[in-house]
């Protein structure tokens, strides 16, 4: 799969803020900013023939599974940033709050049955982690022993609320679940939860 740096990262989420800031993107995006290094040491781990399954923020994750730069892009322009598919490299995205993750358990569970070597990540936020749909899909995995890995992507954030407040907690579940089905990092963003700070934000 393609190499990229955090450099190279964030130079690709900077030129797409720029377009969005001068009107050239007429759709919602969600940028990413801070969770370079993190990202890219999870995509060490995975494979050309593995599935990945994210939300509306996955530029970075479409990268660096390999998809060419300006198809990512002109995608983007085309006004579907927050719903990225590529099925020839075995990518899908969702703008629903927790849409990927019955789509990625059920991938994993038809791998196990197929007896086929390849796995499954799914990308998710703190908030998202909390939902019904993820304790479900985490015990299932757990339970059936699914080849596939949850990573939290946790900026304390869902939306501009904080999460932990949201829960009146100091932790959430995945930090006190322990599971081997789940993978996570901490990062702060500069970029807004959608857009790029100056042309539009809600």
């Given amino acids: 799969m393609t190499q990229w740096s955090s450099e190279a990262l964030i130079a690709f989420e900077a030129t797409i803020a720029s377009l969005f800031n001068k009107g050239e993107i007429r759709a919602p995006v969600h940028l990413s900013n801070g969770n370079e290094a993190a990202v890219i040491e999870v995509f060490k781990e995975i494979k050309a023939d593995d599935w990945v399954f994210c939300s509306w923020r996955s530029h970075y994750q479409a990268l660096l599974k390999g998809v060419p730069e300006q198809r990512v892009v002109d995608e983007i322009v085309g006004g579907r940033s ?37 796995h499954v990540w799914c990308f998710i936020g703190d908030m998202t982690s909390e939902t019904g749909v993820v304790q479900t899909a985490v015990r299932y995995a757990e339970n059936h022993n699914l080849p596939m890995t949850f990573v939290v992507e946790d900026n304390g954030l869902s939306v501009l609320t904080e999460t932990r407040k949201v829960w009146n907690t100091t932790s959430l579940r995945y930090e006190e679940r322990h599971s081997d089905k789940i993978r996570f990092y901490k990062y702060s963003s500069k970029y807004p939860h959608a857009g790029a700070g100056v042309r539009v934000q809600f």
């Fill in 82 to 118: 927050i719903s990225l598919c590529f099925p020839e490299y075995r990518f899908f995205s969702s703008a629903i709050v927790g849409g990927q993750v019955p789509l990625a358990t059920g991938v994993a569970l038809s791998i196990r049955r197929s007896q086929q070597s390849s």
